[in-house]
């Protein structure tokens, strides 16, 4: 009788527990999505160092078999290709870690606009693919979708992919910024953790 009274107190708890975590679940969706709308400003102590995981990723910043001989850098004939390209790829995102020094974030029904740098601007669209360009100018498609309280954000095309992952700590006012690159001239995938602390509001 004791086993079976256990079962039915185990059974009750078990539907309380179902019963919270879906009314969790429908106030959520009926508040909407977080809004990730801001100025950020990057928070060095507790982000990542872009540069030097760049170089970590890429490789060496030189072309693999190189040597110079009077004042002039001669390639063998097996680097020409994907190692120039890579040495270029990566020389491209280092000049682009000074671009994550802010982020701007505009949010609404129809689009979310992320600016980073001054001519940094990406367009994302609930429920539908979109194009853009990406840093080297190639194009890319773009998708968008919220996972709970993440913002999801994916750009490729057959040579790259990027999976961006934000994240609002109200408590703190910050924002992680969890970036995944993926790119076939890269050595290994590029992982950035990015935290912005909210910049205060100007009069």
Same mark, same amino acid.
Request: one cysteine or more; aromatic letters at 6%.
């Given at each position: 009788?004791? =086993?079976? &009274?256990?079962?039915?107190?185990?059974? *009750?708890? $078990?539907?309380?527990?179902?019963?919270?975590?879906?009314?969790?679940?429908?106030?959520?969706?009926?508040?909407?999505?977080?809004?990730?709308?801001?100025?950020?400003?990057?928070? !060095?102590?507790?982000?990542?160092?872009?540069?030097?995981?760049?170089?970590?990723?890429?490789?060496?910043?030189?072309?693999?078999?190189?040597?110079?001989?009077?004042?002039?850098?001669?390639?063998?004939?097996? /680097?020409y290709? %994907?190692? *120039?390209?890579?040495?270029?790829?990566?020389?491209?995102? @280092?000049?682009?870690?000074?671009?994550?020094?802010?982020?701007e974030?505009?949010?609404?029904?129809? +689009?979310? %606009?992320? =600016?980073?740098?001054? +001519?940094?601007?990406?367009?994302?669209?609930?429920? !539908?693919? /979109?194009?853009?360009?990406?840093?080297?100018? +190639?194009?890319?498609?773009? !998708?968008?979708?919220? +996972?709970?309280?993440?913002?999801? $954000?994916?750009?490729?095309?057959?040579?790259?992919?990027? =999976?961006? @992952?934000l994240?609002?700590?109200?408590?703190?006012?910050?924002?992680?910024h969890?970036?995944?690159?993926?790119?076939?001239?890269? %050595? &290994?995938? @590029?992982?950035?953790?990015?935290?912005?602390?909210?910049?205060? %509001?100007?009069?």
């Amino acid at each position: 009788m004791s =086993i079976r &009274k256990g079962r039915l107190r185990s059974a *009750v708890v $078990l539907a309380g527990l179902l019963l919270v975590a879906c009314l969790a679940r429908d106030r959520a969706y009926a508040a909407g999505p977080p809004d990730f709308s801001g100025s950020w400003t990057i928070n !060095r102590s507790l982000s990542d160092d872009a540069a030097a995981r760049v170089a970590d990723a890429a490789g060496a910043d030189a072309v693999a078999g190189a040597h110079t001989f009077g004042g002039l850098t001669f390639l063998p004939r097996s /680097s020409y290709g %994907k190692d *120039v390209d890579r040495v270029s790829l990566r020389q491209l995102l @280092l000049d682009s870690v000074a671009s994550l020094e802010h982020l701007e974030v505009a949010q609404s029904a129809t +689009e979310i %606009k992320l =600016i980073q740098g001054e +001519e940094g601007v990406r367009l994302f669209y609930p429920n !539908r693919d /979109s194009s853009g360009a990406a840093l080297d100018g +190639e194009k890319v498609t773009r !998708r968008m979708r919220f +996972e709970g309280e993440q913002l999801r $954000l994916e750009s490729e095309n057959g040579k790259r992919r990027t =999976i961006e @992952l934000l994240t609002l700590v109200p408590a703190r006012s910050q924002l992680i910024h969890a970036i995944h690159y993926e790119h076939e001239l890269l %050595k &290994k995938p @590029l992982e950035l953790k990015l935290v912005y602390d909210r910049a205060p %509001k100007t009069p």
